[in-house]
């Protein structure tokens, strides 16, 4: 089964997703085993609820297992954009010195900081 409309945002795709398997959000929730918070979130595209992307990303992973979506990529490279979207998700770069070109990009967590 695949997500319909590709075109509207990942929350948007999850909820209509939902409605059309005709499951109520603590339906959802209680079929992956994850707090219907979780689920609001991701629909309504609240990413900071989540302590880290690793978390957003479980849950994301056990509702397309439970669509029976096969190729998860696409959905997690969307919430990978808009996680980095999000105003309190900084890109943090982080060097060996305070002169160091070679920089790399970290992704930190405010509530982990």
Do not use: C
């Not at 603590?26 to 690793?54: C, M, N, T, W």
Request: no cysteine; net charge negative; charged share 25%.
């Amino acid at each position: 089964m695949e997500l319909i409309s590709p075109q509207s945002n990942l929350g948007q795709r999850l909820r209509e997703q939902r409605e059309m398997t005709g499951l109520s959000v603590e339906d959802l929730a209680r079929e992956i085993h994850a707090a219907p918070r979780y689920i609001r979130a991701l629909e309504e595209g609240q990413h900071p609820i989540f302590s880290a992307k690793v978390y957003a990303q479980g849950v994301l992973r056990q509702i397309l297992r439970l669509f029976e979506i096969r190729d998860p990529q696409p959905y997690l490279t969307a919430l990978d954009q808009e996680w980095l979207a999000q105003p309190n998700m900084p890109d943090l770069r982080i060097a060996a010195n305070d002169n160091d070109p070679q920089a790399f990009p970290v992704s930190l967590n405010p509530r982990r900081l």
